[in-house]
């Protein structure tokens, strides 16, 4: 019997450890950079803190105008003279700042929206895509790191996709309070501004009625018409006895033209009094 051959099977070398693994290759995902999610619980909190103020001037500041202004005179005339209206501005100022803190909330949770709705899109859209990517298969492919790096970033994507998931459901749900306190606290500010104005008004028509400064000013004016034609009778005389102008030169003003010094001088002294728009003939106060 002749003989058998041995058959040689050809069997490949296993790769040491340390080297090369030929790891087959997918396309590479576009890393799209991102700002990081918001933090909705600190927007919120400003949105509440902001809410909270605003709604507080709304339901102290009275609905009938009367009403504000006599709480509001009466409260005037209770502090010293000397920081009245100092104190009664910044009435007014309080309450713009508290309608301007709201307004900045309320701008910044909508900027806030609109930066997180497309980032949510992209990361979504690179989350799906990294869900397709093939797990590693093999002791090599999972050495490598290759798809180890793909799966971890998958896993950070989808944390993302939740944060900016749920701090979008937050600031929609948050937002349409403030929104629509916004209207009444603007006309809550509104009422406090017509209140500190008519107690400024009035405030001012007293003071000016107590100390006298339009007879004061009246008595100014005639005086210095005096004092500038103090000698113009003695011009005037010798001018006569000369038979031609004594050339001395007078005093003009230019301000107030001289109607309006003859009209000033000719009536009589009033106090002044408050004028409505919609009351042309005003009252007295």
Known sequence: MAPRTPIKIPVEAEPEVGADVSVPSEPPIPFVRRPAPVNAIALGQQLAGALLVARALINRTPSDSAVAVDQLRRWYYGHDPAQRDRLLWRRFDEAKQTHARLEQAI????????????????????????????????????????????????????????????????????????????GPLKEAVTRVLEAVGTVDCEAFVHRVRESGELEQLRSRFERLRTMANTHAAEIDEWSRRVGRPVRVPRVRFPWPPPAVWDALLDAPTEAPKLIWDDDPNGFSS
């Open 107 to 182: 701008h910044i949770a909508r900027e806030t929206l609109e930066v997180e709705r497309p980032a949510l899109v992209q990361a979504q859209a690179e989350h799906e895509a990294l869900a397709t990517r093939r797990l590693p298969a093999t002791i090599q492919e999972e050495a490598s790191g290759i798809r180890a790096d793909a799966v971890r970033r998958y896993q950070s994507v989808g944390i993302e996709c939740q944060q900016r998931a749920a701090a979008i459901t937050e600031l929609e749900r948050l937002l349409p309070a403030p929104e629509q306190t916004l």
